[in-house]
């Protein structure tokens, strides 16, 4: 398993890079066969472009709800998004794309990754490779063993990934959301509310107290998922982690180092469109 610190830091200066160039909608120069990546997730829906060398080259991104536990639920709203996500990009590049590869939640169903193919086949395109999220957070973070935590808006799922392949999958329902309807209690304010004093970086040192129990409640999530399971570094990835009380609180409970790159929502979906290589 990778433990260089050096080889991660390599890493999060390109995670880093994606998520300037989906928030400012610029493009890189870039080399070879451009492959396009789709990140249908339960807050947001992420467009991403790669070159040939697996660096990032455009982005995109929408706040959307048409994930809910892994299942495709807005099926027009899904279609329409990745379209608008995928002709944009298009426009921005000069390119047209044909193909597409698209990131499932681990363990769900055969028909919803079916679901999940048919929305990338409605925009207009063929499916490339269905990946699992833990593997794509893997391949973006340059891993091909390890444990990869990733907090969604809905879930919290631990995968155990052997050789780039999926070991163990645990999938439980405390993610960004709970988060947000804990300070909607706390603080007696609408969801909407809440969710955005959690985005607000203002409010930062107001949330990490409220939230820290949510947390905790995910981690205990990882140290059972992990109880007798040997991996001696953890990779902590979604925009629920972005805390920066969440690597402690992790930490404390798994008792093992936890790393987490700067930029954790943009992780999974940099990752869909690289290439599948093991790495050391």
Not at 5 to 20: C, K, Q, Y
Not at 111 to 133: I, R
Not at 174 to 199: I, R
């Amino acid at each position: 398993m990778t433990t260089d610190t050096t080889a991660l830091s390599e890493r999060e200066r390109m995670i880093h890079r994606f998520a300037d160039l989906v928030r400012t909608g610029d493009v890189e120069e870039y080399e070879g066969e451009l492959r396009l990546g789709i990140d249908l997730g339960t807050a947001n829906i992420v467009v991403s472009v790669v070159d040939a060398d697996d660096r990032p080259v455009a982005g995109g991104w929408v706040h959307s709800t048409v994930v809910r536990d892994g299942v495709v639920v807005d099926w027009a709203g899904a279609t329409s998004a990745v379209r608008a996500l995928t002709n944009d990009v298009q426009e921005r590049l000069g390119h047209h794309f044909d193909k597409a590869s698209v990131s499932i939640p681990p363990g769900i169903a055969a028909g919803d990754v079916k679901v999940f193919e048919n929305v990338v086949v409605a925009s207009d395109l063929d499916v490339a490779e269905v990946v699992d999220e833990p593997v794509a957070a893997a391949r973006a973070l340059g891993i091909a063993d390890g444990c990869v935590i990733d907090i969604g808006h809905g879930t919290t799922g631990v995968s155990v990934l052997e050789k780039g392949r999926v070991k163990l999958s645990v999938d439980e329902a405390t993610g960004g959301h709970h988060m947000t309807l804990v300070l909607s209690g706390a603080y007696q304010v609408p969801y909407e509310e809440a969710e955005a004093m959690k985005k607000d970086p203002a409010r930062r040192d107001d949330v990490v107290g409220i939230i820290r129990p949510t947390l905790d409640k995910m981690a205990s999530i990882a140290e059972r998922s992990l109880k007798g399971v040997d991996v001696p570094i953890v990779y902590l990835v979604g925009g629920s982690s972005s805390f920066p009380n969440a690597p402690d609180v992790f930490a404390a409970r798994l008792g093992r180092p936890v790393l987490r790159p700067a930029e954790p929502l943009f992780v999974t979906p940099l990752g869909i469109p690289m290439t599948a290589k093991e790495t050391h």
